[in-house]
Nanobody
Framework: HVQLVESGGGSVQAGGSLGLSCVAS????????IAWFRQVPGKEREGVAA????????YYLNSVGGRFTISHDNAKNTLYLQMNSLKPEDTAMYYC???????????????????WGQGTQVTVS
């Protein structure tokens, strides 16, 4: 079955940078859409960035646009999130997710993502 494993979280001061990685395994075909979500206790999980693996289109949460960059390397089965100019409000558990739902339009909407990683904590102080 599909497994997604995140890494790269940690603690950083405001204004700093972090890079997250998510390695995927156990699938027969590539996901149509892969994304990063984040969640803080007591709040709903929100989409941060997504990428359509078909045409390369990217989607970003307004508050991270210009600071975060999503990318993926098919050869390495790895999804990345480069986070620059981090702010305390970026503090959250970050999850990668993949959608193998044919025909579902890639977006930051929670529904449609079939598989999730366990998360990696990002703390900005």
């Amino acid at each position: 079955h599909v497994q997604l494993v995140e890494s790269g979280g940690g603690s950083v001061q405001a204004g700093g940078s972090l890079g997250l990685s998510c390695v995927a395994s156990g699938y027969r075909s590539s996901a149509y859409c892969i994304a990063w979500f984040r969640q803080v206790p007591g709040k709903e999980r929100e989409g941060v960035a997504a990428i359509d693996t078909g045409d390369g289109s990217t989607y970003y949460l307004n508050s991270v646009g210009g600071r975060f960059t999503i990318s993926h390397d098919n050869a390495k089965n790895t999804l990345y999130l480069q986070m620059n100019s981090l702010k305390p409000e970026d503090t959250a558990m970050y999850y990668c997710a993949g959608s193998w739902t044919l025909g579902w339009p890639c977006s930051l909407t929670l529904s449609g993502y079939n598989f999730w990683g366990q998360g990696t904590q990002v703390t900005v102080s």
